[in-house]
């Protein structure tokens, strides 16, 4: 095999890893990718002995080290990145704030989950059994584990 094939092949090997990190996750273009530059190198010490196997061989993994690195600091990696922030949290059971037999009124439909406001929070909530509708008075019956369950008053 000549050195400008082994070359090509390692370079497929390298834009196929690229490929996988940025577009098709999975795995599979990236376990091509490494068999194709593993036999780059395996043909370059078969046929131009230790001295170019080694070059290439140390060539192909710092390429792919490079590639992989620029591959992830650049402005196109941070276009496909999520910039926004989750400022979400959890009820307020941990405060005190809401306790067994305060009331409320809902904001969604209990279905069987949905927005309730207890206290002036507006808070999620759970029905035990059946469904509540929007804008119906509530009791909060229990709470346990960051939960509140309620009823219809």
Do not use: C
Request: charged letters at 15%; glycine letters at 10%; zero cysteines.
């Amino acid at each position: 095999m000549t050195l400008t094939s082994i070359i090509l092949l390692i370079l497929l090997g390298i834009f196929l890893l690229m490929l996988e990190i940025l577009f098709v996750p999975g795995m599979v273009l990236g376990f091509v990718s490494v068999i194709l530059m593993i036999v780059g190198v395996y043909f370059s010490f078969r046929d131009y002995g230790t001295t170019i196997g080694i070059i290439v061989f140390t060539g192909t993994t710092v390429v792919s080290i490079l590639a992989v690195y620029r591959t992830f600091h650049s402005p196109f990696w941070k276009k496909l990145q999520v910039q926004s922030l989750v400022d979400g949290k959890a009820n307020a059971l941990a405060d005190g704030k809401i306790n067994v037999g305060d009331t409320g009124k809902t904001i969604s439909r209990l279905n069987p989950m949905g927005k309730a406001l207890i206290n002036n929070m507006q808070v999620e909530v759970q029905v035990i059994e059946g469904f509540i509708d929007q804008d119906k008075d509530i009791t909060v019956i229990k709470t346990g584990q960051n939960k509140i369950f309620v009823k219809l008053k």
